[in-house]
């Protein structure tokens, strides 16, 4: 009897919660590649109020802007599972209100257009679709926890592959949740494709496009990249991780997420050997998020909100320090040499410094104010890159930490310390974490270090900081230069016919200082006509200031009184110290991985293709 009764209880009790441990369905049919057109169907299980929310996300992770992703969808219909049509309202940009019946099965469709692969929210060709289900895959809050499958029809001969575990067919996927399926991308159609596999752990790699790209090298480095990764954290937290390229025209860039990486680069830009390393360091970038974002992050953005803005000042460290790490993998990967490693972080000091907005807006500022980022000019004089300023800020940390630890700790404790203690499961990390973290570490207060350099604006001491590691930032000209100096206006400019045309000033330039602003078409300096070709030269000839600069400006030609600066000709460089202790380069050597060379000098010529 008691058998019976408990068999009359587990039967009670799925008849009157028929959710709890249904499946979230998901099909999607490729109906028209070529004009970028699919079907959706979603099944819901049973429903328990009489209205359901279906909603489309308004964001997606890694890209911190509002695309209102709702625009692509048409053609929605809500029916039951009896197939009975369901009335329903549209409330807002992404969100459709079903009126239900507890109790009842839902079934909704629509046609999504996708043609956003610069987005990489969704791309649909005769060659292939990429899917990431933010950009074609709607939810229900109250489904989110609920396992889902995914099953799909494409053209014949395509082959689907995606982070996610595979299901029952060769197009088929299933995942714990709805936000595991929004962070695994599923990309499917015609590719090449390598497999390796990592302390047991298996990494792919498919290349969709032709290009001048090789994948089996390719496969090589990226091997190299991800041992390395793990080295650095002490873990996987994945047991396959895919890497997705995308050899294409028009668009570029890289999303990361918790079990792979997609990555967008023009199909003849994987060669020569320059292009090639920005591939690896972006791949190295988006492998490194594997765990700084998608295992561990700041705790304002866990959970995901899909459906508004998620705020929080610690994006310089979310994606700023990954930018750091992606260049000391690749150095440490053996992929890039240690010169290479300089001269990248040579440019970036260079570029920092021609960055005005660094007195303006802190990294804290900038973290919070990215959904709002201004771009172009206005981000350039009054605002402070996250990947830049976080790079640089990852930097200094890391130097001061092995300084203060004579080289016994370095930046990544810190980050393996957040990755032990405030995983995404455990609610993420606060500002506080971080600095506890910093402590455990050094055994050091950094409040008043965050405050300065965090919190507020003040600028990095790097020629201190140098010191420490043996090195030094000059700026010096070049032995083939013609001439030492050149002069500097502080715009830029680009070709628009017979005139270059201004599209940034920077703040307190020369141009600046003179009145020129973006827009202006430069027609001649002391009467001599300026072409895109020999702006420069015309420039250089002119020994007396200040220059008589003819611009036309809303079609009306004016003149203005521009004193350009002399500046050394040259480029930016990380050299070693005229005189290096054992200490200096052995420190040097804790902070990047490497050996100190052999060679006395470390100046960082260019590297030859």
Avoid at 331 to 353: C, H, P, S, V, W
Wanted: neutral net charge.
């Amino acid at each position: 009897m008691k058998k019976t009764l408990l068999s009359s209880l587990a039967l009670a009790c799925a008849m009157a919660a028929p959710s709890a441990f249904a499946d979230v369905q998901y099909q999607i049919k490729i109906t028209n590649p070529v004009q970028h057109l699919a079907e959706v169907q979603i099944d819901f299980p049973a429903v328990s109020g009489k209205t359901l929310d279906v909603q489309m996300p308004i964001w997606r992770t890694g890209r911190y802007e509002i695309l209102n992703l709702g625009k692509n969808v048409r053609q929605f219909v809500a029916t039951n599972g009896k197939g009975k049509a369901l009335s329903f309202a549209k409330t807002d940009k992404g969100t459709w209100q079903v009126k239900t019946q507890p109790g009842e099965t839902v079934k909704i469709s629509y046609e999504v257009y996708a043609n956003a692969l610069g987005e990489r929210t969704q791309h649909i060709d005769d060659t292939h679709a990429y899917l990431d289900a933010s950009g074609i895959l709607m939810y229900a809050a109250p489904f989110r926890s609920q396992a889902v499958k995914v099953s799909l029809d494409t053209p014949k001969n395509w082959i689907s592959r995606s982070g996610m575990d595979k299901g029952n067919c060769d197009h088929c996927f299933v995942a714990k949740n709805y936000d595991v399926l929004i962070d695994s991308p599923i990309e499917t159609g015609e590719h090449e494709f390598h497999s390796f596999d990592v302390d047991g752990n298996t990494i792919e790699l498919a290349i969709w496009g032709r290009g001048n790209y090789d994948g089996k090298k390719m496969a090589t480095d990226l091997k190299k990249v991800v041992e390395e990764g793990r080295k650095l954290f002490g873990a996987f937290p994945f047991k396959r991780y895919l890497f997705i390229v995308h050899a294409t025209d028009g668009v570029g860039g890289a999303t990361e997420h918790i079990n792979s990486t997609v990555i967008q680069k023009p199909r003849w830009g994987f060669a020569p050997r320059k292009e090639y390393l920005g591939f690896i360091r972006t791949a190295a970038h988006e492998f490194v998020h594997t765990w700084n974002v998608k295992a561990y992050r700041p705790k304002e953005m866990v959970p995901y909100e899909y459906q508004k803005e998620n705020y929080t000042r610690l994006l310089w460290m979310a994606e700023g320090n990954t930018s750091y790490f992606e260049e000391l993998l690749t150095l440490r990967a053996g992929i890039q040499t240690r010169d290479e490693f300089m001269e990248e972080f040579a440019k970036a000091l260079l570029a920092y410094e021609h960055q005005p907005g660094r007195f303006q807006q802190s990294a804290a500022e900038s973290s919070f104010d990215a959904w709002i980022d201004a771009g172009g000019e206005r981000a350039r004089n009054a605002s402070v890159n996250i990947y830049s300023k976080g790079m640089l800020l990852a930097t200094a940390m890391d130097i001061a930490i092995r300084e203060q630890t004579k080289g016994a700790k370095g930046f990544e404790h810190v980050h393996q310390y957040l990755y032990q203690h405030h995983t995404v499961d455990k609610g993420g990390y606060s500002e506080a974490d971080v600095r506890t973290a910093l402590k455990t570490v050094t055994g050091n207060d950094w409040s008043a270090w965050w405050a300065k350099y965090v919190d507020s604006t003040g600028e990095i001491p790097f020629s201190e900081l140098f010191t420490h590691v043996g090195m030094r930032y000059v700026v010096e000209g070049g032995k083939d230069d013609e001439q030492k100096e050149e002069w500097f206006t502080g715009w830029r400019t680009r070709d628009t016919g017979d005139h270059p045309t201004v599209i940034e000033v920077e703040r307190d330039s020369p141009a600046w200082k003179a009145g020129v602003v973006a827009g202006d078409i430069l027609v001649a300096a002391n009467g001599l006509r300026l072409t895109p070709k020999d702006i420069n030269d015309k420039l250089w000839m002119q020994q007396q200031t200040p220059i008589k600069l003819s611009v036309f400006r809303r079609d009306e030609l004016r003149e203005i009184a521009l004193t350009p600066n002399r500046q050394i000709k040259g480029k930016a460089k990380l050299k070693a110290l005229d005189t290096v202790t054992d200490q200096q380069k052995e420190l040097n050597a804790r902070w990047l991985g490497v050996a100190w060379p052999a060679t006395k000098s470390t100046a960082t010529d260019k590297a030859k293709d």
